[in-house]
């Protein structure tokens, strides 16, 4: 179609509207309102500004379309018909089993770059694509994101407003569905599109305010938005429900088909079969190529000095900055402390700084990621729960990326509890396709480092605060699902599972015990997701307990990964678990691992506890 | 003192830095430089305008100050000496094990309503306790809270900009340190107040700019935050380390003792003793009196009956709203879906909108709880995860709330992975002084909405979109650790664990299975923390088996729960965990928990495969 004929454009944005409305009927839900707002303004994106190579979706020259309000799904699967990409057979296949037309949108479908659906999120990664475009790839690709209006609400919005801005993100528009109604009633602010476009100028966007269903006045403001060299928000004053008078501008009319679908597809024009040449992406500029990586040479340790693994994990990331040109690093204003600062240091042109914004951070790896970079995010363990929707949404969007959390646990000492890294093990384990490493000494954890680049999914590599004995030789492997047998022997008693600072009490335990005449095994447990079952049931089979221990709360770490391990394959075995049950405060990291019942002293208590009652039942 | 008289202030201005560096020295380690920095701005506040009775820091006549830079803690607690509420004596214990003056602030100071430490918590707390001041307590009390330049990038502090100029609080001040120091080098705007003021004002709040060592500027930004009628941002250059030339606005002197801190004393002005008589709060209205309870009576439900949970919350809560009169709703923006709004109806008084803002919504319970108000919280589960890092805060600083998580797990159906809750039970197991519960049906659900007012800590309750037969009648008695044993017999061959919607598909595996002449224990788990260990382990006793079953990630959740009722005592049965191992799409709610095997016939399937092996080998 000629794509500057108006009356085609709006026969565009009809046949937009009756899609979207025939994917909530076959479906039975959806959100049909969401999409009749905003089926003007991706009518026009999509026939003269959205550069698309339709034949290739892989083409790194193509602009990204994120629909950050992603319940509006019907009217991005109605587009990806339109431009040829979804058949009229698929398109009414929406939110079957098995169908790539999910209730809200993920990469299954070629043109979704990441998955939404949970409000605040589009946003933040497009400042992610749009750093990737000129940072990175160094391509003139635009980032277009549709917002809803309720999602101004969350935070992680304005993180993106600032760090687009901060950054000179020029090749970032966002489009803001201003459609008054959120779910279960109207928005603080309504139609007032000046109040958005205060706060939104204020952090240093340009903006531009519309009528959402002029099609002139929507072209004007993406022209606009190219030509102003500033990120640019388009505030689009729209109608929820557009096109359909039963429905327009009601409320209580959110997330539900239509009450007279039929009669809407009608009212609408009936269903049309428009088919739009999608402006295709000019060549500005080579595509970038990555060079062949080269050998990863992590620097060694030699056993018996003494390291933390926060800096340990700062200078093998360091090192594969130079083996690996994809590699990045994203800091949220604590790289002195994670130690990303020996990265930042050799590599400042892929290191990247969002100041203490973790969901902005966490999003734009998300982003990057899309783009085939290979982003390690670092900050404390604790603070990295501020991003964890982020988190569980990338592994949606079968997202790759390289977590770091650093202060894991007690042992940080005074700082106290709001610093502490309590809880992550639990978050991160159960977040789908991730990978758990919680390494104990500076080998290991370069190690581990170069193994997650190669890993898919979400992997997270707990370390460190304080010095802690190099205790393998550099020339030791470990891989993601492995472990290492520290002491062994015919006799032994009972196995202590540990990882990261435990491993160091595990062994000195060991030592009390020996001293005892007690032999115990000790396992290094450094992979908690996956786990080595193998190591765990011989284990269980040759001693008969498994003693866990860990600087983490006693729910969903590392004891419970243990468990995990015997729910097939017969009974398990009789497993201990020291965690940290009680609130600390501030103290020594001595004496915060003494109290916690988790140092050397108390796991050998706990170790002759269990000795002494099978010693007097001859059983448990 | 005179509290007017300049000299004197800027005397106490140098005790408080004196005392902070102090602080510092005696325990290794702390923020000097970032309590330097806000010693005048804390000077001013505590001698004219911080309105505490010192004698009774529970009189609710009382201001309340936040150190939202928590990190500053050494300011805080000479600020509390200077009050007279900790000793010369006690203030040197800062950090030492046991001690009230922690590394970052804790409730376990009389001044402290709520902890801080993970940066930009305490200004969207603050907005909590403005919003008490102003709609709950109905008293004149200001709030304070001193907030760094550097959490200014944390988009909960936008959330609660906005909030705070929507709710037109106007007793709550902003003060903010521009130090233009970061933890590991400048910020974005550096001094540049000007940046911070323009995107505040837009966010509709008062801004004053001024020099932050400049006593008679900070009075005046003060009495002009007390005269102007709406919330009010002071935001006020500084210095780093101000006072000791060795580090003023020097980087890489954030966190650490200053390098010479016995000069640094001497360079302050000694050691001294100044005393400040605290202005009283004036009586201005009464304080809000809670009328005695009356009896919870929520909707009875017919055995039978087809409910949602969640809506059975919704209703259980409006009639809990009917006793008690401290019981608080707070939503953000999905009252419809959560069922929130039967509160809301009944409620409106004591019902809180906060639209899509899930971190400002939990921050502004913390708030509120820290007055007495009992406050229910209520999103879908997975964007409760959104509020984790405050949840996780609300717990160190002891708070008392009760959080509801709806839309749990693939029985959603066809909206998709986004909005499931797959990851919650592993999240808020691993809280410190968590509930966590999990009803399977509306009556269970109306007698632990009642149940959780009377818990201390952080309660969760995860509810079920889909409706679901009413399995227990009214009358039964539900608790907090309980568990319910729906069927048993002398021969049963194991025992299927289950809570919420896998209850009923449980009950229907054991139909299944005892039509093949097979009897199966079915235990109802709906206290997932604390949990029954009794009637697990009795289980596990007589039938040796224990068969997991939840619409959960396979991690952290109901499965891992049941092992750690047998982490001791002996060793634990069998056990075989059923979970959602994959990523589910769109389906329809029974196609969903068809496809992970933990519907009806995929746990019978599973106990079959059991008995066989069984059979089989005598042993597994």
């Given at each position: 179609?000629?794509t ?15 899609d979207?409305v025939?994917?909530?009927e076959?479906?039975?839900s ?17 026939a ?11 083409n ?5 379309l994120?629909?950050?309000k992603?319940h509006?799904?019907p ?8 431009a040829?990409?979804?058949s ?9 089993l098995?169908?790539?037309?999910e209730?809200?949108p993920?990469p ?16 933040p990664?497009?400042?992610g ?10 391509l003139?690709?635009?980032?277009w994101?549709?917002?809803g ?13 600032e760090?687009?801005?901060?950054e ?18 109207p928005?603080?602010y ?7 476009a ?13 009528d959402?269903h002029?099609?002139?006045?929507i072209d004007?403001?993406y022209a ?16 929820k ?23 809407a ?10 088919w739009?040449d ?14 062949a ?10 056993v018996?000095?003494?390291v ?8 093998a ?9 994809d590699v990045?690093?994203?800091d ?12 930042a240091?050799?590599?400042p ?18 982003g990057?990621q ?6 390690y ?6 603070f ?8 569980r ?5 079968n ?5 770091i ?45 170069g ?22 030789h ?12 520290l ?10 599972v540990?990882?990261?600072?435990t491993?160091?009490?595990a062994?000195g ?9 007690v ?39 590392l004891?419970d990964?243990v468990c ?16 940290v049950?009680?609130?600390p405060?501030?103290?020594t ?14 796991i ?8 002494a ?6 059983e448990?």
């Open positions: 179609m000629a500057g004929n108006p009356s085609k454009l709006a026969g565009l944005a009809r046949q937009l509207r009756v979207s025939r994917c909530a076959v479906a039975g959806g959100h049909p309102t969401s999409s009749l707002s905003a089926a003007d303004l991706m009518a026009v994106l999509l003269k500004y959205l550069r698309w190579d339709v034949s290739d979706m892989t790194p020259q193509n602009d990204h994120i629909f950050s992603g509006a799904s009217l991005l699967y109605a587009l990806n018909k339109a040829g990409i979804v009229d057979d698929e398109l009414v296949t929406y939110r079957a098995g169908s790539r037309l209730g809200h993920t299954s479908l070629p043109t979704v770059d990441v998955a939404t659906g949970s409000l605040g999120q589009g946003l990664i497009g400042v694509l749009a750093l990737s475009g000129k940072l990175l790839d160094r003139p690709y635009r980032t994101v549709l917002c209006d309720s999602e101004l609400a969350e935070g992680s919005m304005w993180e993106a407003f760090h687009a801005a901060g000179g993100l020029d090749k970032l528009t966002a489009i803001v569905d201003v459609n008054r109604l959120g779910q279960r009633g928005t603080r309504g139609w007032d599109t000046g109040a958005y205060r706060r939104i100028a204020a952090h240093g966007w340009h903006t531009v305010e519309i959402g002029d099609l002139s006045q004007q403001a606009e938005a190219l030509a102003v060299g500033r990120p640019t928000a388009v505030l689009a004053r729209t109608t429900g557009a096109g359909v008078a039963e429905v327009a501008d009601q409320e209580g009319r959110h997330g539900k088909p239509l009450p007279n679908g039929r009669e597809i009608a009212e609408l024009g009936g269903i049309s079969d428009i739009i999608v402006p295709e992406p000019e060549y500005l500029a080579p595509p970038h190529q990555f060079r990586p080269a050998d990863y040479e992590p620097q060694p340790y030699e018996g000095e003494e933390a693994t926060r800096t340990a994990f700062g200078q990331l360091s090192a594969l900055g130079h083996a690996r040109p990045l690093g994203l949220a204003e604590v790289a002195d402390s994670t130690r990303m600062e020996y990265f240091k050799e590599h042109d892929r290191f990247f700084q969002f100041f203490i914004a973790e969901q902005q951070m966490v999003a734009a790896a998300v990057m899309s783009r085939g970079w290979v982003p995010v670092a900050t404390f363990a604790a990295m729960t501020r991003a964890y929707d982020f988190i949404m990338a592994a949606i969007g997202a790759n990326m390289c977590l959390g650093s202060h894991a646990g007690v042992e940080i000492g005074a700082d106290g509890p709001s610093q502490m890294g309590l809880e992550d093990i639990a978050l991160m384990r159960a977040v789908h396709s991730s990978t758990v490493l919680h390494p104990c000494d500076a080998n290991q954890t370069a190690a581990l480092v193994a997650m680049a190669e890993q898919r999914g979400i992997s997270y590599l707990r370390t460190c605060r304080g010095d802690c004995p190099v205790i393998y550099y020339d030791e492997e470990f891989y993601v699902g492995g472990s290492q047998v002491r062994s022997s015919p006799d032994d008693a009972l196995t202590i540990a990882a990261g600072i491993v160091h009490e062994l335990a060991a030592d009390i015990l020996a001293e005892e005449g032999a115990v095994r000790v396992i290094d447990l450094y992979s908690i997701k996956p786990v080595d079952v193998f190591t765990l049931r011989q284990a269980a089979q040759e001693t008969g307990c498994l003693l866990t221990v860990e600087d983490h709360r006693p729910e969903g770490g004891g990964a995990g391990a015997f729910m097939t394959g017969g009974p398990p075995p009789v497993m201990i678990k020291l965690a049950h009680d609130m405060g501030s103290a990291p001595a004496e915060q691992l003494r109290t916690c019942g988790i140092d050397r002293v108390g050998a208590a706990a170790a002759r506890a269990y000795l009652e099978l010693d007097a039942t001859g448990l």
